[in-house]
């Protein structure tokens, strides 16, 4: 009795275990057939393939918008998405065109070929650019602490030049409009092949889509708006990077004493900051924001004017008057920290401490010092200012970026 009941015990598990397997494979191959069933299932793996190639050129620009970025990080990043538009096509080479009159494999290869010439140039200079630099105007305010920290030391530049700031915007223009082109390009292609199909979709009525068509739709409005407020911010940031550059090269020259150089950069920037102010006041609202960043950015400039006649003004007129004795005090504290430097110098421990307890007067240098201070300390209240309102508008726009696939 107890043979037989374990024997019919097997013999139900193995029929289970079979139809289980039963089951399983003919999921799998319903799930990687080659071939294509109907008109709508192909629509939908071509759809599937574009989410996927958007989705990592999103996630890519979300990387390289980072206020800080590792570079091994993000030169990984760009050498995958670009390993996996290979990927891609692989996957659609192996489906079966679904007649092959409307040749999409063509269609979609060339929207992928897009978005492989943006990695290999105006993305990957983009890269090199902010690997340079700290992003949304930081470096300008690192500068403007570094002064503040340390006001005898020579002025350090964070950042790269205003030439490279003039080439990253032409990159970011260029890649913005190669990025929209191609994803026009290949909407129309589909749009073609579903009306000869007589596919019936209405975007409008998010009934009528399938899942691929929902994500690519909510995809493509997104990156519109990511693109837009990176154009839009750099643009505004060269405008800034412009006024800022002046105004270092403006207290070099006053480290100095070059009265020359001093009086050239104030020619300078009064003149750019009058017209960088009039340009901005002419950007439009960007998609109807509060105008927060415009405005700090207006506020900004402003300043810069402000400066310009007043704050370089008052240091000019400083130096034109006292410049002989700043000129003596400097070579008086030179000597001293020569001296003081050896104590070799002196006879005995106790004069070597008197000499170094009296150091040589520094009234003026004092005062023309703190000319520069006065001014510099508002400057950075108002680059964070700016700084702030950029990261805010960045967030505004983007932060409803992340897409599931």
Known sequence: ?????????????????????????????????????????????????????????????????????????????????????????????????????????????????????????????????????????IEIKKELDYYLKYPERPIKDFSPSNEDYKKNLISINQHTQKAVSARDFIKEEMSLYEKKEQIEKDPENLKTLNRADKKLIRLEEKLNDYEAVTLYNFGLLRKIKKLATLDTEFRKAAKDLDLEAMKKKQKFLLYHAEIEFLEISKYPKFKGSENELKNSALRLVKYYLNIGQKSYQGIIKFTETNLQTLIQERKNMEEYKTVVSSKKNFYSKEEYLAYKNNLPSQKLTEKYNGLTRKYVEKLRNNVEAYILANQNTKTKYTKNLQTSI
């Open 1 to 137: 009795m107890l043979r037989k009941s374990l024997f019919i015990l097997g013999f139900i598990s193995i029929c289970h275990y079979s139809d289980a397997q039963s089951v399983y494979n003919s999921q799998l191959d319903k799930r990687f057939s080659e071939e294509v069933k109907t008109e709508e299932d192909y629509d939908k793996y071509i759809k599937k393939i574009q989410v996927h190639v958007l989705s990592d050129y999103h996630t890519f620009l979300e990387e390289l918008d980072k206020p800080t970025i590792r570079k091994s990080l993000i030169s990984k990043r760009l050498e995958s998405n670009q390993k996996k538009l290979d990927y891609y096509r692989n996957l659609l080479g192996r489906k079966m065109e679904y007649l092959p009159e409307y040749n999409l494999k063509k269609s979609v290869n060339t929207f992928i070929d897009h978005y492989e010439n943006l990695y290999r140039k105006e993305l990957k200079n983009e890269m090199d650019f902010q690997l340079k630099k700290n992003h949304h105007g």
